[in-house]
Each structure stands twice: as C-alpha cells, then as structure tokens.
C-alpha cells in the first residue's frame, strides 16, 4: 500500500469550498483512495472513497488526479463542523490491509 | 443505533492487570478490525477479522488476544497491562476486504495504565 502525504493544517472560511490535497506517488494500480475525518475524542468517520474516477456523495467530492498520484478532497461548503483531521490513505484490493493512517490534516474553519 | 459500540469507553488499571473490551456491530460486515491510536495520534492496525478467522495480526504483542465469537463481535484481551499499552482503541467493520470496502469505526477505547 502506498505512503501517503498531506499539509499539517489548513484553515478555511465558514461556508467556502476547501480543497485538501493528499499525494500519493507510490500508489498502485489496484490500491484505493480513501479519505476519514476524526473529530476530537471520536471514532474516525468515512468520508469517501475511489479508485480512478472521481466521485460524489452527500458529504463531499473526491478529484483523483489522471496518473492516480495525486487526489483532493473536496468539501463544497464548508461548516464549522467540517472542523476535524482529515486522513487520506489508499489501500490495496487484493490485501486484507487497512494500513496506518498518517498524521492527517488538521482543518480549521474559521466563522 | 450505534453502528459499531465498543465498551467500556474509558478504562484506567494499575500494570500487570488483565483487561477487555467488547465490539459489536449491527451492520452485518463480515470484516472486522482492531486499531490502536498513540498519543501521538498515529492510528495502526493491530488485528483484522474476516468472518470470524484472524486474517491480519501485526507486529503485537502476544499479550493481546482477539476474540470473535461471531461475525458481530471482535473482542481484544490484554493481558499483564504496560505502561505502553495506554492509548485509544478503536474497534472498526467494514463490508469487505481490501480497498474497495469502507471502514465504519467504533467512538474508542481509552485506555490509561497506572
């Protein structure tokens, strides 16, 4: 599975989109792009995930960049909810693996 | 109601005590996962389940036993508790192996060694 990294900290405005960036050099062709936000004192919480196309739910977008190196997480407004650490890592689909998350990015929005 | 609950929530022991926390999940997943979050907020694997077989055991102690009585419920074991050990928990489930399943992970474990 590949290493991933991300910014320390971002900070954006309250009902702004945010663009998190993850890169992901490494990346292979069968491993999967997630991304989980954790809030203070909880469980981590799925946000989303692909594999070459970008995709859409009700919390957010996921941009994955045409060599897969590269994707972004896409939160169109954000809220002061939004406020949490975002980790992106991809995972293999043909381990069993849900490896180590990095350190993440912290977001903070700012009213 | 809760998707994945974890018990107890918090936890404080002196060392050399053995203790337990219990997952369930009401999601029917096959696949089941145990993480360790340090103070330095790294979040590892420590064990997965797949239909109650062990799949994945990382790099852990013998001191730390998984129990999947059934495809609901992962429990973890520790026995002669360490300073170390103190960190949070976190029980997770997911509908399938590999990286096309989601992960839905329980509110955690805290663990504090005496």
């Known amino acids: 599975d590949a290493k991933t990294t991300q910014p320390n900290s971002m900070e954006s405005n309250e009902e702004e989109p945010v663009h998190l960036p993850c890169n992901h050099s490494?990346?292979?062709?069968?491993?999967?792009i997630h991304w989980y936000r954790q809030l203070p004192s909880q469980g981590p919480e799925y946000v989303i995930h692909?594999?070459?196309s970008n995709v859409n739910n009700r919390m957010a977008s996921l941009a994955i960049a045409e060599d897969r190196k590269s994707s972004t997480l896409i939160l169109h407004r954000a809220t002061l909810r939004d406020a949490a650490v975002y980790y992106c890592?991809?995972?293999?689909?043909?381990?069993?693996?849900?490896?180590?998350f990095g350190t993440g990015t912290r977001l903070t929005i700012i009213p | 109601d809760t998707a994945v609950s974890q018990t107890p929530k918090y936890l404080v022991t002196q060392m050399g005590n053995d203790k337990s926390i219990k997952c369930e999940q009401n999601?029917?997943?096959?696949?089941m996962y145990w993480y360790k979050q340090d103070s330095k907020k790294f979040l590892k694997i420590m064990f997965s389940?797949?239909?109650?077989?062990?799949?994945i055991n990382e790099t852990v102690p013998n001191r730390f036993s998984p129990k999947s009585p059934d495809k609901a419920h992962l429990n973890l074991h520790i026995n002669s508790l360490e300073l170390g050990d103190s960190a949070v928990y976190f029980c997770?489930?997911?509908?399938?192996?590999?990286?096309?399943?989601?992960?839905?992970f329980g509110e955690g474990s805290r663990l504090t060694v005496l």
């Open positions: 997770a489930s997911s509908p399938r192996t590999g990286g096309s399943g989601e992960l839905f």
């Open positions: 490494t990346i292979s062709g069968t491993d999967y």
């Open positions: 692909g594999l070459t």
């Open positions: 890592i991809s995972i293999s689909n043909f381990g069993n693996e849900k490896l180590t």
């Open positions: 999601l029917g997943h096959d696949t």
């Open positions: 389940y797949n239909n109650k077989e062990l799949i």
